[in-house]
């Protein structure tokens, strides 16, 4: 079963504009991990943001984290034509193995 | 690029049959993920090998099976095929002694179940 649950499940944007994903998920974690898929290859780690932080930036990207709702959003920034793909948040949970507990993910397309 | 290799890319099996996945793990990384991801949906967890030795098991039946070799890279197992496996399969290696859960992805297996 998913942990996470993405919204929207897809996004269409023009390309300049900004692209939000948000994540729910439903057990205590560790830390919540975003990660981008290009139609149907691998995962590639986009950016970490642990239990104890609130908002994480890196380059285009803002993470922000809400441990009392249970929630995470994504925002792409200036969004390009090359940030087509899909988004998926991913949850490590507080105890036990280090796996990733995946959403269905935000399949995102930017218009150029 | 992630250093995550996997073999094969593509692979057409019949139902019943049996088939073995590859993954080499990148450099200094001893734990290895499998994940697998049927079409629109999110990865989902089949199990991890940390220094040789199964760490963690998802929902998966024991028709799933694998094995990490001394230099860390893994073999997935899979017997009497259904079709409800033709999915993509993912490794990912990860180095948990850095203190970190970021795990890098190969580029999958394409299994299809006729």
Known sequence: ?112 | ETGVTQSPTHLIKTRGQQVTLRCSSQSGHNTVSWYQQALGQGPQFIFQYYREEENGRGNFPPRFSGLQFPNYSSELNVNALELDDSALYLCASSAPGLRTDTQYFGPGTRLTVL
């Not at chain 1, 994480?56 to 792409?76: A, C, N, P, Q, Y």
């Not at chain 1, 087509?84 to 993910?105: E, H, K, N, P, Q």
């Open chain 1, 1 to 112: 079963s998913q942990q996470g649950e993405e919204d929207p499940q897809a996004l269409s944007i023009q390309e300049g504009e900004n692209a939000t994903m948000n994540c729910s998920y439903k057990t205590s974690i560790n830390n919540l991990q975003w990660y981008r898929q290009n139609s149907g290859r691998g995962l590639v780690h986009l950016i970490l943001i642990r239990s104890n932080e609130r908002e994480k930036h890196s380059g285009r990207l803002r993470v922000t984290l809400d441990t009392s709702k249970k929630s995470s959003s994504l925002l792409i920034t200036a969004s390009r034509a090359a940030d087509t793909a899909s988004y998926f948040c991913a949850t490590v949970l507080g105890t036990g193995r280090r796996a990733l507990t995946f959403g269905s993910g935000t399949r995102l397309q930017v218009q150029p």
